[in-house]
């Protein structure tokens, strides 16, 4: 059975900084993409980050650039979100997915490109 579980979410002031893990169980991942998905309250889930397998490709929401580092070392079976300067706005609960090759026409920047997922961590970020 796979297994994605997710940790490192909390409780930070605005600017501060989280490091978001997920290790990935219960399969071989060779080849899989993963990516972070966000959802608030009363919104929507959106993509946050996506990464190939190599770590060659990478993807981020607009929201996010030049804030947040996915990453994944492959030997851990583990990818991560390292999620610097936070404001309010990036309060939810964060969700990492993995994807089978090939991947699909969204290139991981969907949820429907993914198939499987974790239960979540949540990350509020306090003014």
């Known amino acids: 059975q796979v297994q994605l579980v997710e940790s490192g979410g909390g409780l930070v002031q605005a600017g501060g900084s989280l490091r978001l893990s997920c290790v990935a169980s219960?399969?071989?991942?060779?080849?899989?993409?993963m990516g972070w998905f966000r959802q608030a309250p009363g919104k929507e889930r959106e993509f946050v980050a996506a990464i190939n397998w190599s770590g060659s490709v990478i993807y981020y929401a607009d929201s996010v650039k030049g804030r947040f580092t996915i990453s994944r070392d492959n030997a851990k079976n583990t990818v991560y979100l390292q999620m610097n300067n936070l404001n309010p706005e990036d309060t939810a609960a964060y969700y990492c997915?993995?994807?089978?090759?090939?991947?699909?026409?969204?290139?991981?920047?969907?949820?429907?490109?993914?198939?499987?997922w974790g239960q979540g961590t949540q990350v509020t970020v306090s003014s």
């Open positions: 997915a993995a994807a089978k090759p090939p991947y699909g026409s969204s290139w991981l920047r969907s949820g429907n490109d993914y198939d499987y």
């Open positions: 219960g399969r071989t991942f060779i080849g899989y993409g």
